[in-house]
């Protein structure tokens, strides 16, 4: 199946230049591809930032205008469909693109995204997953913030879509689904839980192994990992933290003495491994869950290589044709 | 002043071992300590641990029972006063002992302690903080678990106590205090928070930053962190099976190859000073707010360096005469 991706090309700190070298690091990593990108924003500001190696993968459709980090999401939302944002979404909505993918203003992408494309029945805000580096591999947990106050049927569509979501993109046969709360006895946490958890112990969807506790999800316990995003939202952050103040601390230490220097050096190969593996950018890009089209929002921070593993996931999403599922999930929940 | 501190000899993984290791490197480390000891325990279990060296600083007294990992709180409340723990509590309720120090059961030691010590006047369940490393030292987090669902009076005590505890334990001034929530804009989060900050915007006692996220707490944004018990105790293990799983990870890499191995070597000296940046035993021992007496709980699966680590929490608490600022702080507020 061939995909074709459109991509608002001005969302994100280092845009548009990052969203080109992002194609350009997806084509060089997947030589064979058959993905097309419809590319929005600006001509004057785009073009010049089009290679001719690029050229038979991109094809520029101008905006006239453009959705910036300050945009508040009404405002961005009276902007109407003459933004990058908006026109690459709407791309989706018309047929003339398989899936969506930009680094720019989360409230504004979510807003638009609702409008033009609409979420299943029943769903009333999508969720929002991210992957978490784990012994595994990886652990997917969601919802990090787009609900911050949930209902026990919230954390149920949640663990619906997180499986389907981890079956699509990783492949994984039957994921098992942890709730989070602050211990793994079935009496523990509060009535929210505690009435999530009763709905999925006999759910015909969900693999559900019972409640997970925080240091779970690096421990890979289960694939997913399902909590209100007010939670999920504090702890995602703060396993971000910690990974950045510890990567921070052994540079430190690293730099400390010409010996530590030297050991650093020698050693360089498998630190550079390691430094792979707790790398965000190779984490990068998550679906808007609940929406009726894929959506992937790409991290603001992010450079080309992070930008490119963000069209991998549209990409893959798109060939495993995950949209049937998830609405066959959450529908027939109901 | 002298401190007289109680410890419960039979609680933790490696206990009476670790208590008897843990008063001896606290002694090694404070060679010049008024600090005396009282430990419970079975005496035929007890005594032989105690070396001559440490025949000066402990006396040992008799218990006949001890409370397991496995008591339930309630059964350990059945027990009477006739285990380790109860006994330990009561040395310092009778005035005996300035401070109470067990590795043992959390939940049995937080309901021996409000039974025999009580709370303050409109505590209803004491908190539990936590030290988490940070750039800049240490950050304190609470509550970590004893309050699952917490009102905005809750958070606001939280506060309270948080900063009082870094003032005595870490000689902090005017410790800043920020509120854990989805985002720093004043209008983020649900009602519980914003109702809470709106008391501290103006509190008296409280040097309020506003609000802070997840990531905040390793960037030593603030000197406390004050959640509910729900989000915290996730965060807390989130923190801790992040720092786990990136040692692990580190570990891995470092003896990939030979030369990694050779590397790690040369670097030794720095890696030393990088793992004890992140060595959890460094940061054990944390008090029950809201007692009226100095009960310091050590993680359970601690040893003897670990255990020192919470007797000095202790030792320093008794020196710096927490409890009336505590209390002045708490019962102010009424």
Request: glycine share 10%; hydrophobic share 45%; with cysteine.
């Amino acid at each position: 199946m061939t995909s074709c991706i459109a991509i608002d090309a001005m969302g994100g700190d280092g845009a548009p230049k990052i969203v080109f070298d992002g194609i350009a690091e997806f084509v060089k990593a997947h030589p064979t591809t058959d993905a097309k990108f419809l590319v929005f924003g600006p001509e004057d500001v785009v073009k010049p930032l089009l290679t001719p190696a690029l050229a038979s993968y991109v094809t520029i459709k101008h905006s006239a205008e453009i959705v910036t980090g300050q945009t508040k999401p009404a405002a961005a939302v009276r902007m109407g469909r003459k933004t990058s944002m908006a026109m690459a979404i709407d791309a989706v909505n018309s047929g003339i693109a398989d899936a969506v993918v930009s680094a720019g203003n989360t409230g504004a992408f979510m807003a638009l995204s609702k409008i033009i494309l609409k979420t299943f029945d029943g769903i009333d805000r999508p969720a929002i997953p991210a992957l978490i580096p784990s012994d595994k591999g990886c652990t997917l947990v969601l919802d990090l913030g787009a609900n911050i106050d949930c209902s026990a049927e919230n954390l149920v569509q949640f663990a619906v879509m997180g499986s389907v979501y981890m079956r699509k993109l990783m492949n994984i046969d039957n994921p098992s689904v942890g709730l989070l709360n602050v211990g793994s006895e079935d009496l523990k946490g509060n009535q929210v839980v505690q009435a999530a958890a009763n709905f999925l112990r006999d759910h015909p969807l969900v693999n559900f192994h019972g409640f997970v506790e925080g240091d779970d999800i690096t421990k890979a316990t289960v694939d997913v990992v399902v909590t209100d995003g007010f939670t999920g939202n504090i702890v995602l952050k703060a396993i971000e933290g910690t990974v950045r103040l510890f990567a921070r601390q052994l540079k430190k230490s690293l730099s400390e003495t010409v010996l530590s220097k030297l050991g650093a050096l020698i050693a360089q190969p498998s630190l550079a491994s390691f430094k792979r593996f707790v790398d965000p950018r190779l984490y990068n890009g998550t679906m808007f869950l609940g929406l009726r089209k894929i959506v992937i929002k790409s991290h603001g921070g992010t450079d080309g290589i992070g930008f490119a593993t963000a069209i991998k996931v549209a990409d893959e999403l798109v060939k495993r044709n995950v949209i049937p599922d998830l609405q066959a999930g959450l529908e027939g929940i109901q």
